[in-house]
Every structure is written in C-alpha cells, then in structure tokens.
C-alpha cells in the first residue's frame, strides 16, 4: 500500500501536465447516477436511470449545452454534413490531440467529477488494465491534485480506510468485477467509505452488470458508475496501442470464422472512436482478409454503438456542441503487418528507432551510465522517461542519429558558453573542466538544461557504441541495397554481387538473431530467392532449428521463401514490391525525400499515407466499408504532393565516392523542416490502424506527413514492435 500524497502502487508512474479547461464534448457513455437507495438501482434496467446515455459522469454538459442529436436528424452512416466531406479547405482552431483529449477525460470526467460529488479524500483502486491506461496518459501529480490521497492495486490484499471513499477504474471484465465485489461482500469488512465511484474502461456486459447490482453493500454506496471508453494506450500525443495480448499467429492461423483476437481489436478500437467523437468511414487493404474481417467487425460494433447512445455526437454529423469545432467526418484506415514484413526488419538509424532496436526499453524507461555529480571519474545508472514530457525527445526522435549528436553537441557547447560568460566574464576560453562545472553548479538554470541534453548525448553515444561494435554501417548498406534495389551511388547491382556481400556478412555476424534478420531480408526483399542462394546464405548463416522455422513461417503468410528465378538485378520492380500484395504495389521504395544515404529505403505507408490524406488514395485497391462522398482532391491537398517532388532531381548524384564513412553523409543540401507552431489542421481526421504492429519507422512517417500536409494522423496498433520483437512475433507463426 502506497503512503498518503505519494505515487502509490503504480510500476510505471508519469507525470504529464493536463491542461485546464471543458471537456470537448463530454463522456459518451452509459452512466448510473445511482443514489444510495438501493430500490431505486435494483429495478432498473439498461435503458433507465441506473445505465443511461448522458454527456458527461453525472455531470451537466460543459460545453454550454447538452450534446444531443436532434430527434428529427438521420444517422445515415453514408452522410456527411457537408457534401465536400473530406476536403474541406478551411482551417479550423488549434485542435487537441488523443493526449489531451485523454487527459481531460480522467481529469475532469473523473476526477474532479467525483471530486464535487464527495469533497473529501478518496483512494483510486486500479486493476492492471486500468493502471496501465492512466499512467499512460495523466501523471501522479494531476490525480493528487483532485483529491486522491492512495493509489492501489485492485490485485493485491490492501488496508481498510473506512472514512474514505472510494474511485475504482478498472477494465469491464469478470475477474476484475468478481474482486471489486469482494470488497463489499461482507459488510463487516468492507474496505471504503460510504461512497464508490465506478468506471470502465470499455463497455461492460450485461451479465456484469447483474453482478454489480446483487452485491447490496456496493450498491447502497455506488455514486456514478460510466463507462469512460478509454481502453487503449497513449504513446505519443497522436499515437496510442490496444495492450492486446493475443500473439501475432492468431490474426493469421485462425481455422474460419472471426477470431476472438479480432473482436477485442474491434471494441477497443470503439472506445477510441468514441473518445475521439468519430464516426468514421472505413477502409482496408482489398487483399487483406485480416483487414477485411476486421473492418465488417467494427462497422457493427460502431452502429451498435451510437445506436445505444443517442446524445452523444461526432465530426461531421453537424450536432459538434463546441463552438467552431465542427469537422469533417473522419476515415479510418485498416493495415495488415503481413503486407509488409520487412519494414519492421530494417536497420532504421534515426534516433527513436535506433534506442528501441540497439538499447534495452522497459516501457518508455531506458537506463545508462553517467558520470558521478559529486565525482566524474565514477559511473551510476540513471533512469529516464523517454516520453512528451522530455521536449528533448519529441525534437529529436525523428531525427537521424548524427543529426542528433551534432544538434546536442553544439547546443550543449552555447549552454557551456554563455554560462560560462556570465560567471567568468570573457574567460570561457581558458577555464579547465573542473571550472566549467563550478561555473555550471553556480548558474542552477542551466543545470537542468544541461543535464537534459547530456542525457540524450549518452544515449546517443550509447547508440553510436552498439552501431560501431556490430559493424552496421556495411551491414545497412547491405540491407538497403536489398530494399531499393539501388545501391548508394544509384545503381541497380546484379543480386549476385549483393548475395555475396550477404554472405560474407553472416560469416562476420555473431549473433544468430542478427544472421536471421539479414536472410529475411533478403528473401521478403526478393519475393523469395533461388534454391542456389538460399543454400547458400543458409550454409554461411548456420541457423538453428528455431531460427530456421521462423525463417519457413514466411509462407503462412503468404511471402515466398523460395523464387523460380535466376539471379537478376535487384532493381525495385523485382524486389520487395513485386512481392507485397496488391495493395503496395504501386509504391515506390526509394526515398526521395531522404538526406543520408543510410536510409535511402522508404516503407510503403509513406505512399500509402501521402495518398489518403491528398485524397488520391485507390478505392479499387482500399475500399470502403460504407459509401464516401464524392470528393476532388483540394488545391491544397495536391499542393503537398507536389512539395514532396521538389528534390528528386537530384537522383543518383546524391553521393560521392570519396569512402565508406560518406554513408552517413547527407544525401545533397540539408533540408530544414518548419516548425509547426500549432496543432492547426484541415479536414476531418485520419485515424490509422496497423494489425500486428508498428514499427518506429513508420510511426516516423505518419508523424512527417502530418506535419508537411496539415493533415491529422492518429497513427495506433495492437502494439508497437521492435525488429527482435518482430521476429518473435514471425516465430509464433509456428502455431
């Protein structure tokens, strides 16, 4: 049990400023108002007072009135509010992101909501679920500061504090409802005050419900019971996973008929949807019967969501409560991680994908070795959040690693200068290193400056250290090569010469997973190789029996690991992208964009993501669930697609030949991106979903696209996957 006024139980704690304000139009849920009499609970039923839609937790609406469709309005799921539906060229206020929509819904919708209902201290109980999905998005400060005295873990055996009341968040299943119940069983044991505050992640069953309302002791006691529709994870500001634990062989090994895997994607993704106030259309990947499968699940699920709760409203309907806050109607799209297997395998050397590849995350922690304060010449381990709080790394994650380091260097050496200056005035030159951090401690300004940049600058070299010792600097070469179909001075080589090169390589590696990772590359990047070199990558690689299997689990999937054709040039046509399904074939994995030779290959969701959100997207080849309204592509919108043309010109004369370090080089005149000031956007939003999961890379590119179109992208999964992830998750295959 967790001491008053401290973090609690929680195993991973942040602290994430929510901002003040009214909830954007209010929770959209099935809410008890329930009073302490019991009669009055026992009698009802789903459609009355102890289950009913409202806008908010027993609360009035915030947003100047109650969101509520009129009566006389359709919710044809067809309709858009305007014709244009999703081009409208307009720019609307500065639109919240998942975050802070997230945050004000625990914030304010619990709460504080909770907090003028019962004014003294209170506990919140949390299953794991729960636990996981706040700390995600609200930090410990932000709960302390409405009146929550305890933390605790609904799992573990906790003390009672019977003058206190109590908050539970849990997920809406038996095992959590079952041990909420068994805190008020027995009434001469019951742990709480005389009132509970009730809340669900997601919605909960009927059979639940009945539960609930047997137990007279919570009954009696039950203040608000809602469910908040928050059952997924924050990542990133706009990027967010579901926390499902199924493996990844059960989207694809399943026998007929829908997978229970899929369903839980399906209402999770509901809760979403409902957060976010989207009624979206939905689109998937016509080769893709995971997408398929999913997007008919959802479609149901979704009507039958905003057929049980009529007050609550969505973009586009023309019902937005909030003054100039209306939207478009949002698209979501489906992706199938089996349409592009080798994205997740790539060396990627920009800086959050190289932290999550090369050092070891537990969650969002990353743990290295600093210098003593107090004695440089000594090490201790230090833990940072790599998060949204550290602006640090929202700067720089997308950067490539040497960017990184010649960005904190020079940063750290002005702070060092002007610090400096102000201490000992026109003496910086001459100072030793031990004045320099007198001179530091003196100026505590800029001490946690400091320390925030000499953070990342370890872990970068951290990074930098790992890189140098596995050799990928040829190996990346090598695999790019594969990819493009060019090598780095522009040429298609013969895929003889680039086998060999694999050869040798997994001769030098020595890690098997390494070896693996390298022969899948090849053979997804070549639509499967020939018998002669697939033999011989396997007899220089000597994999094992485990790695062998997952090497065979390709075909479950439907990429061929054995290819008809003789060795022939790795040009793009022949490579991966002859092999992907339909749906990628008319993408492009070169990357003009691209300003380091090092990373010249471009996953296949950037074409994929340009094209939804200039509208040019294929409906032949990502149809839609329902019909979408006829739409020409904006002058605006094309304007973007134009922009990201504007250098590739300079095609094959982007490199020297002056040695192998020019492969960190950039790739012709540096590039320096706008900074988007505020989160301004046109058109409805585009919700983007990956089955399997996500790659860094790709999280990269949805975050760059938003950025240069103004086009919002929530971008989630069913996780986030590193390359030694992705291979287990290719393992599982096995059944």
């Known amino acids: ?37 019991s009669s009055s609970i026992s009698n009802a039923d789903r459609g009355s007072a102890f289950i009913s839609s409202s806008a908010g937790v027993t609360r009035s609406d915030r947003s100047g009135g109650t969101a509520s469709s009129s009566s006389g309005k359709s919710r044809d799921v067809g309709r858009s509010r305007s014709g244009e539906g999703l081009s409208s060229t307009s720019k609307l206020p500065p639109q919240e992101s998942l975050m802070e929509i997230v945050q004000k819904r625990f914030v304010n919708d619990v709460f504080e909501s909770a907090a003028k209902t019962h004014p003294g201290w209170k506990i919140l109980i949390v299953d794991e679920p729960g636990m996981k999905v706040i700390s995600s998005a609200v930090g410990m400060y932000d709960i302390m500061e409405r009146q929550i005295s305890i933390v605790e873990s609904l799992d573990k055996k906790r003390a009672p504090f019977k003058d206190m009341a109590a908050v539970y968040i849990l997920a809406p299943t038996k095992d959590s409802v079952r041990k909420l119940i068994a805190d008020y069983e027995d009434k001469t044991k019951v742990l709480y005050g005389k009132s509970v505050f009730l809340y669900f992640l997601g919605p909960i069953s009927n059979n639940l419900i009945e539960e609930i309302k047997g137990c007279k002791q919570l009954i009696k006691r039950l203040k608000a019971l809602s469910e908040i529709n928050v059952d997924f994870l924050i990542q990133e500001s706009r990027a967010f996973t579901l926390d499902v634990p199924a493996p990844f062989g059960s989207y694809y090994l399943r026998s007929s008929g829908v997978s229970s895997a899929e369903k839980h994607v399906a209402d999770k993704l509901v809760t979403l949807c409902a957060t976010l106030n989207e009624y979206p259309y939905i689109r998937y990947p016509q080769s893709s019967g995971v997408c398929s499968s999913l997007a008919g699940i959802f479609k149901v699920k979704m009507d039958d969501y905003v057929k049980s709760n009529p007050t609550w409203w969505y973009h586009g309907s023309g019902n937005c409560p909030i003054r100039n806050g209306e939207r478009d109607r949002s698209t979501l799209l489906l992706l199938d991680r089996a349409s592009d297997c080798l994205t997740p395998l790539m060396h990627d050397f920009t800086y959050q994908a190289m932290v999550h590849d090369l050092l070891t995350m537990e969650g969002d922690k990353i743990t290295y070795q600093a210098e003593k304060a107090d004695n440089p010449n000594q090490k201790e381990d230090k833990d940072v959040l790599l998060n949204e709080k550290d602006h640090v790394w929202v700067e720089m994650r997308g950067n490539h690693i040497a960017q990184v380091i010649e960005v904190l260097s020079g940063r750290i050496n002005e702070v060092v200068n002007s610090s400096t200056t102000r201490v000992h005035k026109g003496s910086s030159a001459n100072m030793s290193i031990s004045e320099l951090a007198s001179a530091l401690k003196d100026l505590p300004e800029y001490r946690e400056v400091m320390s925030k940049l000499s953070q990342h600058l370890h872990i970068a070299h951290d990074c930098m250290e790992k890189f140098n010792r596995a050799g990928l600097l040829d190996l990346a070469d090598i695999e790019q090569t594969l990819a493009t179909g060019k090598d780095e001075d522009g040429r298609s080589p013969k895929l003889t010469e680039t086998i060999s090169r694999c050869e040798s390589a997994l001769i030098r590696l020595q890690d098997p997973d390494d070896r693996l990772r390298l022969i899948l590359i090849a053979t997804i990047s070549q639509n499967g190789l020939s018998s002669a070199d ?33 060795s022939t040039p790795t040009s793009g046509n022949n490579g991966f992208f002859a092999s992907i399904k339909s749906t990628l074939s008319t993408s492009t994995s070169f990357d003009d964009d691209s300003e380091y030779a090092s990373s010249r290959y471009s996953p296949p969701i950037k074409s994929i993501l340009n094209d939804l959100v200039t509208n040019q997207l294929s409906m032949d080849e990502y149809p839609s669930v329902i ?17 990201r043309r504007s250098k590739a010109a300079e095609g094959s004369s982007r490199k020297s030949k002056a040695g192998p370090t020019d492969k960190w080089s950039k790739m012709g005149d540096s590039m320096t991106k706008a900074t988007n000031g505020g989160a301004m956007y046109t058109g409805g939003r585009n919700l983007v979903f990956m089955v399997g999961g996500l790659s860094y890379s790709e999280l990269r590119v949805a975050r760059d696209i938003m950025e240069r179109e103004s086009r919002e992208i929530i971008t989630g999964s069913t996780k986030f996957v590193n390359p030694s992830e992705f291979l287990e998750d290719l393992h599982t295959l096995a059944g």
């Open 1 to 37: 049990m967790s001491s008053a006024r401290k973090p609690g139980t929680s195993s991973r704690q942040k602290v994430t400023s929510a901002r003040s304000g009214s909830s954007s139009g209010g929770v959209p849920s099935r809410v008890a108002s329930a009073q302490s009499k």
């Open 534 to 566: 697939r033999d011989r990558l396997l007899r220089a690689a000597q994999l094992g029996r485990s790695q062998l299997e997952t090497l065979e689990n390709l075909s479950r999937i439907g990429i061929n690991t054995v290819s008809n054709n003789f």
């Open 627 to 643: 019909p979408m309204p006829m739409s020409a592509a904006t002058t605006s919108a094309l304007m973007g697609s134009a922009r």
